[in-house]
Each structure stands twice: as C-alpha cells, then as structure tokens.
C-alpha cells in the first residue's frame, strides 16, 4: 500500500528543468508594497538589490517607491519604480510585462500588500469588508496569477507573502482584517500545494507584532518606544529572513514561518 | 575571547541531521560537543571537523537518562567556553499498526522525544542563564527542537510517533513563550519528508527504493536542513521564528 502510494507521488512529479531562457537571462525581483525604504517592502528590495539582483519596486505612491528605488540605486543596485495599485488587474500586468519587456528572468515576487483598520465588528460596513478583502486577499490572488504565469516557464522561482498574526486567527476588533488575511494564507496555502512541484516555491511569512517602520512610527511613536529594544520588529532583519528563505534549496524548502519579538506576548 | 559552544544531541551517521548542523556550526566557529549512542559514528564526525580546523568532542550518552544529560551539560560547563546553541534531534519513526502498539513502545517514544526533550532544555536554559553578559544583551542562547509531520498530524501507523512528536511540540511552543522574554530562542523545525541520509538507505531494500521513486531532489537534503537550524539562531532577538517547515519542492503535503 506504501509502496503503491509513494509510485503514484513519483508519476504525479513530472519536474521542469530549468530552461535555456531562465539560465541565461539576468534575474529581477518585483515587490508589491515596496512604498518607503524603511518598511518590510522597501528592506527586502534593499536586501535583494545588495545581492546583485535587479529590482522592481511596485506600489500606488509614486514618491514613495522612487524614494526606495533611489535608496537602491545609491547603494550601487539597479532599481526601477513602477506605479502599480496592487487591486488593479490591468496595472498588476503591466508591472509584470515591463519585467519580460526588459529582458529579466523573474525570480522572486513580494506581496506585501495590505491595510489594518481594526474596528468594533458592529462598525464595520460591507463596503469596508470587501475593501480590506481587495487589498490583502483579492491582489494576492492577481498578483499569485501573473507570477505563476511569468515563472512556470522557467521552471523556477519564489513568491513570498507577507502575512500577520490575523492571518492565523481574529482578535476582537480585527474582523475584516482577519478575514482577508485569513483567506490569503488559504491562498499561499493551496499555491504551495499545487506549484512546489512545478519548481516554484510559495512562501507565508506570518510577522507577529509591531514592525519599527514608517508606517506605526508616523501614527504610533509612543507606542514603539514603550515596546524596548527587541519589542518591535526591525524590517531589516525581517529582510534578511526573506533573503535566506528565497536561498533556500529546493531539497529543503519552508512554506510557513513565524517572525515576532523575543518580548512578545503570543 | 571565550569561544563558544553548541550541543547538538542525536547525532549517529555523517550523512544525517545532526551530523549536518554539528559540521554546520563547527565551521561557523562554534564548539561542539557531539552526543550519540554509537562511539564510532561520533569519532568520524570528530576526525572531519578536527581535519578542517574546527573543534569538537564526542560524548556518548542516552538522551533519555537523566544522569547523562546531566554529565553531559556538566562538562561543556567545565570547557570554558560559552554555550550559545543546543539542538534536540532524536526519534525514531518505524511504522507500527495502531493494535500492535504496546506499553514498552509508547513509552519509548514518549521517552526519546518528551522526556528526553524536557531534561535537555531545562539543562540548558539552566546553563544558558548563567551567562548572561552585557555584549549578547536579549539574547542568552537558542533551543532547536527536530520536529516531524507526525508533530501536526497523526497518520496511520504512526500512533505512538505522532503522539510523542506532537507533544514535544507542545511543551516546546509552551517553552518559547516562556523564555523568549528571557532572551532563549526556542525554535521547532518540522521536517516533512524524506531525509536523504544514511537512515533511510539502511533501511533493507525499500529504503533506496523509496529514495529512487522520490527523484531528483524528492528528498531532504541534511546540509540544507542544517542551514535552516543556522538561520534560525542567527535571527537578531527583534524577528525570531518559533516554528518553521522545511519539506521538498514535490512533497505533496
């Protein structure tokens, strides 16, 4: 019976090899949400670049993702800004085609797309569900779409998600949140299940807690400061993690990781 | 400087996991102080770490008697050096119908994995705690546990297995959160698949078998595991990870 089974995983595996057009081409990264060099988006760009990937910096805010491809190209990587809002079909295929367009082998895409408003579940309107649903779940989905579509012929590549503890149950006062958050796991989920073995390797990053990035520092400051040293997550070593699991080995690799402060409650 | 030290338990054949992250931190300049059942598998692991400029020692010992650990943890107190990273890598996973589990097998794997798992953190967590100095500042140590798909879930054959790998999990995650505000990174690293190792193609005939059907890179590789145990005590005390898989690209899962 095992045997019988493990026969039928071996037939159900047929892998591509990595074709001519992967191995010759140089590599680009594209990352969703890489708006502000100091968030987990702009420090994965930063991190990829160093290693001599070019980088496709993609978000709504056109200042914002200039300022990350710059902070790129001053540390002597190669970065390009595209405006793309990551619910827009038409502007996700853009992004992707101008990657094709200029020659590169896509490798890795981030989604690191999304918006929290906590709220009292009362208080939340269908039109505010359904928005938290288009921008964390629904661009994973367009996003997932056009990378599978760019990276299945080449055999190869690696598309991390960037989720959070709503992803992995609703607190009180996260509903909508939780829900879209929770949907895009499933998504990375089922992607992992059904592209691993065409050689394209899906990854759910959970981040637990307070990430010390522009975003919490603009609304929240007091709050990042009363959390200490090693009480919020410093996006840069959030970076590295992404960087060492887009490494890894096809033999060994990770679908699911959690990242939180030593301090944190969980 | 005071060099530092890793433990790694449940180390047997060069090509296996705990052989891989023992060779693993040796050439990142840890320590290690080696400890298995069998002297002359140990003795190899040794001699190649020796031969490539690293420092070792092989303790024999059983992970699952008390007075073992204890000696153990005792001497890598007395080497002067600093202990930074200790990982728990036993269990033994044959495949047993549920009716034909009995007291002495379920016991057994209870021991190796809980028992055994308990009595090795609290030594260390005990030793880690002494050292705490200025220049680590939140981060004392890392606890690396060898977790197994049977830690999430139990399939048929694997009752007693199951049952004792997922309740290591539990007392592990219960640990992290205990001691992770203490500057201890616990982290459970659940391997799900084939390990391309000297276990699997001991075993007769099936094992090379299995190997072979599971194709080219179907099987986990020791080194590559290794190199996850070693991201996860490099991650700065601001983004640990608690628990991660690692599985080959065409597992289905």
């Keep these: ?266 | 400087m005071v060099s530092e030290s890793a433990v790694i338990i449940g180390v047997g054949a060069r090509l296996g996991v705990g052989a891989a992250i023992a060779v693993k931190a040796a050439r990142e300049g840890l320590h290690v102080f080696i400890a298995g059942r069998t002297p002359a598998k140990l003795d190899l692991i040794v001699d190649e770490i020796v031969a490539a400029g690293g420092q070792a020692t092989a303790v024999i010992m059983d992970c699952t008697i008390d007075e073992d650990i204890t000696a153990l943890f005792e001497q890598v107190s007395n080497s002067g050096t600093v202990l930074r990273l200790v990982v728990y890598n036993t269990g033994r996973n044959l495949p047993a119908p549920f009716m034909e589990h009995d007291v002495r097998l379920i016991e057994g794997h209870w021991r190796r994995c809980v028992l055994g798992g308990m009595l090795v953190g609290q030594a260390a967590i005990r030793l880690m705690q002494q050292h705490i100095d200025e220049n680590h500042g939140d981060q004392l140590g890392t606890i690396l546990y060898t977790g197994a798909s049977a830690s999430m879930r139990g399939k048929p054959l694997f009752s007693g297995f199951a049952s004792a790998k997922a309740a290591l999990r539990a007392m592990v995650q219960s640990m992290a959160r205990e001691f992770g505000p203490q500057g201890i990174h616990i982290g459970h690293i659940v391997i799900d698949g084939v390990i391309d190792g000297d276990v699997i193609r001991s075993v007769k005939g099936l094992g090379k078998l299995a190997l072979k059907l599971k194709g080219e890179d179907g099987a986990l590789r020791p080194d590559e595991i290794a190199q996850a145990f070693w991201m996860l005590h490099r991650q700065q005390p601001n983004s640990w990870t608690h628990e991660i898989d690692l599985r080959p690209f065409k597992e289905a899962f």
């Excluded at chain 1, 609304?219 to 992404?242: C, F, Q, R």
Aim: positive net charge; charged residues 20%; proline residues 3%.
């Design chain 1, 1 to 266: 019976m095992i045997i019988e089974k493990i026969l039928k995983n071996a037939l159900k595996n047929k892998v591509r090899e990595f074709t001519p057009a992967a191995r010759n081409s140089p590599r680009a990264a594209l990352i969703f949400g890489g708006g502000s060099p100091s968030g987990i988006g702009g420090a994965v760009a930063q991190r990829v670049a160093r290693e001599g990937i070019k980088v496709y910096v993609a978000g709504r805010n056109k200042e914002k993702i200039q300022a990350t491809a710059e902070a790129i190209r001053a540390q002597g990587g190669d970065a390009t800004a595209v405006v793309a809002n990551a619910t827009s079909k038409e502007q996700i295929e853009g992004a992707f085609e101008q990657v094709k367009q200029d020659g590169f082998a896509l490798d890795l895409v981030v989604h690191n797309v999304g918006t929290n408003r906590p709220g009292k579940f009362l208080d939340v309107t269908a039109e505010h569900l359904e928005k938290s649903w288009r921008a964390d779940c629904l661009s994973g989905f367009l996003i997932g779409q056009q990378t599978i579509k760019y990276m299945q012929p080449n055999g190869r590549g690696t598309l991390m998600f960037t989720g959070a503890s709503a992803s992995m149950r609703g607190k009180a006062g996260f509903a909508s949140f939780s829900a879209a958050k929770a949907g895009l796991r499933s998504l990375a989920q089922s992607m992992a299940r059904e592209f691993g073995p065409h050689g394209i390797h899906v990854v759910h990053v959970v981040i637990d807690g307070m990430v010390n990035g522009d975003r919490l520092r603009s609304v929240l400051p007091g709050m990042l400061d009363s959390k200490g040293e090693s009480g919020s997550l410093n996006p840069d070593d959030i970076a590295e993690t992404y960087w060492q699991l887009y490494q890894q080995h096809r033999t060994a690799w990770t679908h699911e990781i959690d990242l939180r402060p030593c301090k944190e409650v969980w």
